[in-house]
């Protein structure tokens, strides 16, 4: 039997990149977003790489839309096996330049979107008691940036709504299964069509990586929902740490370098912003996975390579470890003689 899947956000970026993924497995996808362009395009490409898709325009922010979204989901696939939460929205400038209905649609989007999207699946999930829900989560949701308030404190909260849902479930005993996917700069079309007040265009911080990258670790979490959360990119995992290390000098250092790595030397953008209608409608085309940073991402994680492979790293380190002990030993054995 295929996986059944519902992808939130799934018309570009991260999500879109995931859909592929479970394409390729042959699996029922579900894909949810605004953009009805981008859907389409996904919906082909997943039948294309072997699985069957189903479109459902919906905005997340709405619950309503939502668990419509998932009746049909269900109606046409049968019971949810995995609900993946990607769908986001953004503003780029600094707090005193973001106006109140701004910051409120960007939480209600990048917030609130997941806390419909969790309600929805469990909702089926529960009485059935199996499934896994995936949160895509940020680097950023553990040590926010300058000009990203909005955007960095949705993500803070769905690390903790997650972790006061995880412990829930346990208390429960529940086989219901939730994770979060955090993730590094990804190149996703967002920095091309986020409402910005920046003079230059936005970019992700450095290192960036593709989509792709992201995507398998979506799915790899999907598939072992069994840890807290994954790092996805060895600049998450650096980031996680410096800032439980060091939270005050990276403050500083944030403060004297955020502004100018979340810029390129490119004009910003002239078009619209997708914050409360998307961009891709039919009569503006279908912007697919990647943004335009192509050339400067990275599309292979050492770090997320290892974190898919855990016997093999467990291996290694044995391995290593009796290297050491073995040379260890023998070094002693050496300064005995030598001593004697």
């Known amino acids: 039997m295929p996986q059944t899947v519902v992808i939130t956000g799934a018309s570009a970026g991260i999500g879109r990149a995931t859909a592929r993924e479970y394409g390729k497995r042959g699996a029922d996808v579900v894909l949810i977003a ?10 082909k490409e997943i039948e294309s790489l072997g699985g069957r898709a189903l479109v ?12 419509s979204a998932a009746d049909a989901a269900e109606q046409a696939f049968g019971s949810i096996d995995v609900w993946i939460n990607c769908a986001f929205t953004s503003v780029f400038a600094p707090f005193d330049e973001i106006t109140a209905e701004e ?53 803070h909260a769905i690390n903790g709504f997650t972790s006061s849902l995880r412990t829930e479930l346990l208390h429960r005993g529940s086989n219901v299964r939730v994770t979060i996917a955090q ?34 670790g979506v799915v790899h979490a999907a598939d072992h929902p069994g840890r807290k959360q994954y790092y996805i990119g060895a600049s998450t995992l650096a980031t996680v740490w410096a800032n439980r290390l060091a939270p005050a000098l990276l403050d500083r250092y944030l403060a004297r370098t ?6 390129t030397d490119l004009r910003p953008p002239s078009g619209e912003s997708n914050l409360f209608e998307p961009v891709d409608r039919p009569e503006g085309g279908d912007r697919g996975a990647h943004g335009i940073f192509d050339g400067s991402s990275h599309s292979r994680s050492f770090e997320a390579a290892l974190a898919r492979h ?9 391995l290593g470890a009796g290297v050491a002990a073995t040379a260890k030993a023998a070094l002693n054995r050496r300064v005995r003689v030598h001593a004697g």
């Open 34 to 43: 605004r953009g009805r362009a981008g859907l389409d395009a996904a919906a």
């Open 56 to 67: 459902q325009v919906a905005d997340t922010s709405d619950s309503r839309q939502v668990e």
């Open 103 to 155: 910051y409120r649609r960007v939480t209600e989007v990048t917030y609130l979107g997941f806390v419909n999207g969790t309600r929805a699946a469990l909702t089926r999930m529960l009485p059935r008691d199996r499934g896994t829900i995936v949160q895509v989560g940020s680097a950023l949701g553990e040590r926010a940036i300058p000009l990203q308030s909005a955007y960095c404190g949705a993500k």
């Open 183 to 216: 993730m590094p700069a990804v190149n996703t079309p967002q920095f091309s069509w986020v409402r910005s007040r920046l003079p230059r265009h936005p970019q992700p911080v450095p290192p960036i990586y593709q989509p792709e990258v992201a995507a398998r």
């Open 258 to 263: 955020g502004f100018d790595s979340q810029q």
């Open 310 to 318: 855990p016997a093999a790293v467990a291996s290694a380190l044995a």
